[in-house]
Structures are given as structure tokens and as C-alpha cells.
């Protein structure tokens, strides 16, 4: 059944597509609702979101701030671009002339300043909301297993044959064994001697499995066997270990402060629509 929204007519296949654009999320979100309870409720969102997104627009339209045509003009070329016949592209705006497109590109960019300007009018995240954030989130600021490690790699390429690669990492494992330092070898042998082969603090996901099969089951201060990658040959050293652990709050201010400042702005749009839905006039047609 169709809706009127302020004396603007709504089919209820414009509702019909919103359904099925929200369905997928939907459905896997609420399974546990069967499902004729399911498709209601499922109908009532869409039908409310279809109300909020015309709301918007006839505000937008109403009071939205004007466009320069110049910007409207850029935005019209960049989009025919994607086509390769004029009526292809009036065929996806449902529009009938290259004008009526840019009449609806026009109406959607005012709705997009009119978001802005609702996002920009939200408050700042207090202190007092970021920590409450933090507190009821504290497992998304969760890391895992950290460890600090520097290795001795020679190459396997075009340079460097597989034979000649391990005789030089062998030789180095043995001067570590025999009792050099570490850190002392690595500039004699290695092909990658960026900060003494010190790759800082790694997290598994982070490096060629292989890699990590050998180093996370080493201790700290323990040297590994020579091994083998997709890269050629290694010899690595754990100079410290970290438990997997929760970031305090002061080192993940800035990520919490955007996520409670994302929330912020969408329930200032939230309460924006709200009222738009107070005043308005909605009836079933």
C-alpha cells in the first residue's frame, strides 16, 4: 500500500526495495524471530526509513543551502563518464533528459550538506563518555601476543642461489653459537641490515607463516636454528615478550574518542529526523 509524506505520494515498491536491501543483514541479525514476525517487522523499518529518507529531501529542497552550479555541473560530468549513452545514464536516474539528472544530483548533494551540517552540530565526546565507551568496549582495544624480534635473512633470488644463501647463514648461526653477539653478526651477513635487522614488536598475522611457526615458539633471548621461507634463509632472536593485553585507556583515546563522536553524530540525525517526523503529515494512500 502506497504512502503520502507531507502530500508527496510513496509506492510501496520504494518501500519493497528497501526491504530487500536490508533483508540480508536483517534476517541474520534476527533469526531468532520467526519469520512471519520476522517479515513484519522488517516491512515497518523499511517503511520508516523510506518516511525519513523523503523527510530529509523535502527539508533538503525546502531549506537546503543553494549549490553553485559550477559544482553541480563537475559532479553531472564525472557521472556521465560512467556511461557510454546518454539515455543509459537517463535510464538510471529514471530521468528524461540530462537536465532532470542534474535537477537530482543537485537535490542529493543539498541532502548531504544537510547531514553535514547535523553531524557538525553534534556535541564533543565528554571525558565521561569516552570512558564509559571504553569501559563497555574494552575487548575491541584487546591485543594479542606481541613479541620483539630482529633477524639475519640471506635472500633466495636471481642473485643468490639456494647453496650460497645457506652457506653464508650457516656461518653466521655458527659465529652466534661460537659466542658473538647477535647484533654483531647481523651487519656482517645479512641482506636486509635496517636497524640491526630489528623488526620492533610483531603480532602473528603480521609475517609469512613460516616465519612465525619458528619465532613465537622461541624465549626471550633465544636464537633460532637456521630455517627456511619463501624469502631464502633466517636466523632469528626474541628480545621480549608481551601477554596478549587490554590498551589503557590514554592509549586509545584518539580511536575511542572518533568512535563515541561517529555515535554522536548519528543520533544528532537521529533526533534531526525525529522532529521532521513530528511535524510531518503521513498517511496510507
Request: aromatic share 8%; with cysteine.
Amino acid at each position: 500500500m502506497a504512502i503520502t509524506v507531507n502530500g508527496e505520494r510513496i509506492e510501496d515498491k520504494e518501500i519493497q526495495q528497501e526491504a530487500d536491501r536490508l533483508r540480508p543483514s536483517y534476517e541474520q541479525a534476527f533469526a531468532d524471530l520467526d519469520a512471519e514476525q520476522r517479515e513484519a517487522q522488517l516491512l515497518d523499518w523499511s517503511k520508516e526509513n523510506v518516511i525519513e529518507r523523503v523527510l530529509l529531501r523535502q527539508e533538503a529542497k525546502a531549506n537546503g543551502a543553494e549549490i553553485p552550479a559550477e559544482e553541480v555541473e563537475a559532479a553531472f560530468a564525472k557521472i556521465k563518464e560512467q556511461y557510454d549513452k546518454p539515455e543509459d545514464l537517463h535510464k538510471e536516474f529514471n530521468a528524461d533528459s540530462d537536465e532532470k539528472v542534474k535537477e537530482m544530483i543537485e537535490l542529493q548533494m543539498k541532502v548531504e550538506r544537510k547531514i553535514n551540517d547535523v553531524h557538525a552540530g553534534a556535541a564533543e565526546p565528554s571525558q565521561q563518555e569516552m570512558g564509559q565507551y571504553y569501559e563497555e568496549n574494552k575487548d575491541r582495544f584487546k591485543s594479542d601476543e606481541q613479541i620483539r624480534i630482529a633477524h639475519i635473512v640471506k635472500y633466495v633470488n636471481w642473485q643468490t642461489d639456494e647453496a650460497t644463501a645457506l652457506q653464508a647463514i650457516t656461518q653466521a648461526h655458527e659465529e652466534i653459537t661460537n659466542g658473538a653477539a647477535f647484533e654483531a653478526v647481523v651487519d656482517k651477513y645479512t641482506d636486509c641490515g635496517d636497524s640491526g635487522g630489528d623488526l620492533g614488536y610483531v603480532m602473528r598475522g603480521q609475517m609469512v607463516e613460516e616465519f612465525e611457526d619458528v619465532v613465537f615458539n622461541l624465549n626471550e633471548g633465544q636464537v633460532s636454528d637456521v630455517f627456511r621461507t619463501r624469502f631464502g634463509f633466517h636466523v632469528a632472536k626474541v628480545y621480549d615478550r608481551k601477554p596478549p593485553a587490554i590498551a589503557e585507556l590514554k592509549d586509545v583515546e584518539k580511536e575511542v574518542a572518533q568512535q563515541v563522536g561517529e555515535q554522536k553524530k548519528e543520533q544528532a540525525l537521529g533526533d534531526y529526523l525525529d522532529q521532521l517526523r513530528a511535524k510531518a503529515t503521513v498517511e496510507e494512500a
